[in-house]
């Protein structure tokens, strides 16, 4: 199957056509509010008093955003990340970026002020929208696409129907060759030994077990039951009893192919097939570590049922990858039809089963990849996004 | 023989609870259910069916238990154990926080065993 995407010198293939502008902050920010078409990070997590670990997260983040192949080019300005950190040098960002053959700019001039960066970042902004939109959209084979899943404010329905129909998407998009992501590591505690099974090797089992481990040794150093935490009460609301039970219906949404590697937050997969991510499950910093590792689709199967009424779902927590909103929950379903994109509960009422429900979604990524705009895409409001980061602040 | 895929739960009249494997003693109701209900039990991983009575009410997508499930015995869903039973549990009755405890991530707890 096929979708129309935009050709990347690198190969890879876009299914938007952003101009990106990092690393946020002011210059960004007014780059943005006067040039269509281009967009930025908002966060707060600049590396000031991190350590070396995080700064590199944060850099590895950056660089992932410029390399993802919904970004046509790059601007790199050097005042955000102030503290002089050599991770964070602006050089450093647009040189690894510039690898993948795109336009990467450096706007940086110690000798001007501020206004004046914003100045030439403007005019700059304006030539590269224009020079990225006379790009066309060319049919590619599904192969070329990288799907990223988070499953959130799970209900019951999540782990019998809504994460089995994501899960079967993933099947049917790596045997074809593409690339899956799934993390939440939290969420796979009580069935991380499932998952070490279906390593492709010992190396990548034990890696998934490590990761599992070590989230668990964090939680119980708090001196908490992890109850109080996660599940969260809207999971226990939905029906979910316990953190084994939330992760065993989570695990449903990788499907059942071999898992290749474990990736940190932000990090790149080294080649097609089905990975984890060892990452935080927060709405805001998910999306954004699965768009650094090069996913140009993410997906938020939700369950719901603990969730009040007429809540607006986030909306541009991925930023430069359409966020499609699923759900397998009827009652939901009904109350938010404005904001999800895709609907399950229909194997739940008897209509359809889940191979049928899951070719139907499979088509509307395709659909979504080929240019249409997911309900989410079509609000202009900015979430601020969460890199997630592990060390003490000092 | 996992037949998930080819699932579907028509409910109608009928209220359905849905057990993910065989060996579970769980189910999750598809209905909200009432005290006195008959529940069908179907199941994800084989043909059978049978019938249970609902001794709580059970909102939909909350778990029924499909038999008795002693204090301490563990509770089995998705053929896996997904925590303790904290006090006996009837058949029919309502199975959550109030009488089930997870194993893992206990801060709270000096000993810990890990199921890897």
């Given at each position: 199957?096929?979708?129309?995407?935009?050709?990347?010198?690198?190969?890879?293939?876009?299914?938007?056509?952003?101009?990106?502008?990092?690393?946020?902050?002011?210059?960004?920010?007014?780059?943005?509010?006067?040039v269509?078409?281009?967009?930025t990070?908002?966060?707060?997590?600049?590396?000031?008093?991190?350590?070396?670990?995080?700064?590199?997260t944060?850099?590895?983040?950056?660089?992932?955003?410029?390399m993802?192949?919904?970004?046509?080019?790059?601007?790199?300005?050097?005042?955000?990340?102030?503290?002089?950190?050599?991770?964070?040098?602006?050089?450093?960002?647009?040189?690894?970026?510039?690898?993948?053959?795109?336009?990467?700019?450096?706007?940086?001039?110690?000798?001007?002020?501020?206004?004046?960066?914003?100045?030439?970042?403007?005019?700059?902004?304006?030539?590269?929208?224009?020079?990225?939109?006379?790009?066309?959209?060319?049919?590619?084979?599904?192969?070329?696409?990288?799907?990223?899943?988070?499953?959130?404010?799970?209900?019951?329905?999540?782990?019998?129907?809504?994460?089995?129909?994501?899960?079967?998407?993933?099947?049917?998009?790596?045997s074809?060759?593409?690339?899956?992501?799934?993390?939440?590591?939290?969420?796979?505690?009580?069935a991380?030994?499932?998952?070490?099974?279906?390593?492709?090797?010992?190396?990548?089992?034990?890696a998934?077990?490590?990761?599992?481990?070590?989230?668990?040794e964090?939680?119980?150093?708090?001196?908490?039951?992890?109850?109080?935490?996660?599940?969260?009460?809207?999971?226990?609301?939905?029906?979910?009893?316990?953190?084994?039970?939330?992760?065993?219906?989570a695990?449903?949404k990788?499907?059942?192919?071999?898992?290749?590697?474990?990736?940190?937050?932000?990090?790149?997969?080294?080649g097609?097939?089905?990975?984890?991510?060892?990452?935080?499950?927060?709405?805001?910093?998910?999306?954004?570590?699965?768009?650094?590792?090069?996913?140009?689709?993410?997906?938020?199967?939700?369950?719901?049922?603990?969730?009040?009424?007429?809540?607006?779902?986030?909306?541009?927590?991925?930023?430069?990858?359409?966020?499609?909103?699923?759900?397998?929950?009827?009652?939901?379903?009904?109350?938010?039809?404005?904001?999800?994109?895709?609907?399950?509960?229909?194997?739940?009422?008897?209509?359809?089963?889940?191979?049928?429900?899951?070719?139907?979604?499979?088509?509307?990524?395709?659909?979504?990849?080929?240019?249409?705009?997911?309900?989410?895409?079509?609000?202009?409001?900015?979430?601020?996004?969460?890199?997630?980061?592990?060390d003490?602040?000092? | 023989?996992?037949?998930?895929?080819?699932?579907?739960?028509?409910?109608?009249?009928?209220?359905?609870?849905?057990?993910?494997?065989?060996?579970?003693?769980?189910?999750?109701?598809?209905?909200?259910?009432?005290?006195?209900?008959k529940?069908?039990?179907?199941?994800?991983?084989?043909?059978?069916?049978?019938?249970?009575?609902?001794?709580?009410?059970?909102?939909?997508?909350?778990?029924?238990?499909?038999?008795?499930?002693?204090?301490?015995?563990?509770?089995?869903?998705?053929?896996?154990?997904?925590?303790?039973?904290?006090?006996?549990?009837g058949?029919?009755?309502?199975?959550?926080?109030?009488?089930?405890?997870?194993?893992?991530?206990?801060?709270?707890?000096?000993?810990?065993g890990?199921?890897?």
């Amino acid at each position: 199957m096929t979708f129309l995407g935009y050709e990347r010198p690198d190969s890879s293939v876009g299914v938007r056509n952003y101009v990106l502008i990092i690393p946020g902050g002011i210059i960004s920010d007014t780059i943005c509010n006067f040039v269509i078409g281009c967009k930025t990070i908002v966060t707060a997590d600049t590396g000031s008093g991190r350590s070396k670990r995080d700064r590199e997260t944060i850099a590895r983040t950056l660089i992932g955003l410029g390399m993802n192949p919904n970004v046509a080019s790059v601007i790199v300005h050097g005042r955000g990340l102030g503290s002089g950190y050599p991770e964070l040098n602006v050089n450093r960002l647009a040189d690894e970026i510039a690898k993948t053959g795109k336009r990467v700019e450096v706007l940086d001039d110690p000798n001007a002020s501020t206004l004046d960066l914003i100045g030439r970042g403007i005019n700059l902004a304006r030539e590269m929208v224009r020079e990225a939109s006379r790009l066309r959209r060319k049919e590619f084979d599904d192969s070329n696409l990288c799907i990223a899943v988070k499953c959130g404010l799970s209900d019951t329905t999540s782990g019998i129907v809504g994460n089995p129909v994501v899960g079967y998407v993933f099947d049917k998009l790596v045997s074809k060759g593409g690339t899956a992501l799934f993390g939440e590591t939290t969420e796979i505690i009580g069935a991380e030994h499932i998952l070490a099974r279906r390593a492709v090797n010992e190396e990548v089992a034990k890696a998934i077990l490590k990761a599992a481990r070590e989230t668990e040794e964090r939680a119980k150093a708090i001196g908490e039951d992890i109850r109080t935490i996660n599940p969260v009460p809207a999971n226990i609301a939905g029906g979910i009893t316990t953190l084994e039970e939330k992760s065993l219906g989570a695990i449903a949404k990788s499907g059942s192919m071999p898992i290749q590697g474990v990736l940190k937050y932000g990090e790149r997969p080294k080649g097609k097939g089905l990975y984890f991510v060892d990452c935080w499950m927060g709405t805001y910093s998910i999306f954004l570590g699965y768009a650094a590792s090069g996913a140009q689709i993410v997906l938020f199967q939700l369950g719901g049922g603990g969730m009040a009424g007429d809540t607006i779902l986030y909306s541009s927590c991925g930023f430069i990858v359409p966020l499609l909103w699923l759900t397998a929950n009827p009652k939901v379903y009904k109350r938010f039809s404005n904001n999800i994109d895709f609907y399950s509960g229909t194997v739940i009422e008897g209509k359809e089963t889940i191979q049928e429900a899951s070719e139907r979604l499979y088509s509307l990524i395709l659909d979504v990849a080929s240019g249409t705009m997911t309900k989410a895409e079509t609000l202009a409001h900015v979430d601020p996004n969460q890199i997630y980061l592990i060390d003490p602040m000092l | 023989m996992d037949r998930s895929d080819q699932l579907s739960f028509s409910s109608g009249e009928v209220k359905i609870g849905l057990a993910m494997k065989s060996v579970d003693n769980v189910a999750t109701v598809l209905n909200d259910v009432s005290c006195g209900d008959k529940i069908l039990i179907k199941f994800a991983d084989s043909t059978s069916v049978h019938t249970i009575v609902a001794k709580d009410n059970i909102p939909f997508g909350f778990k029924v238990a499909l038999r008795n499930i002693q204090k301490g015995e563990y509770v089995v869903k998705y053929g896996e154990v997904i925590g303790k039973a904290t006090e006996f549990i009837g058949e029919g009755h309502l199975v959550h926080i109030h009488n089930v405890e997870g194993l893992r991530g206990r801060g709270d707890l000096k000993m810990v065993g890990e199921k890897i």
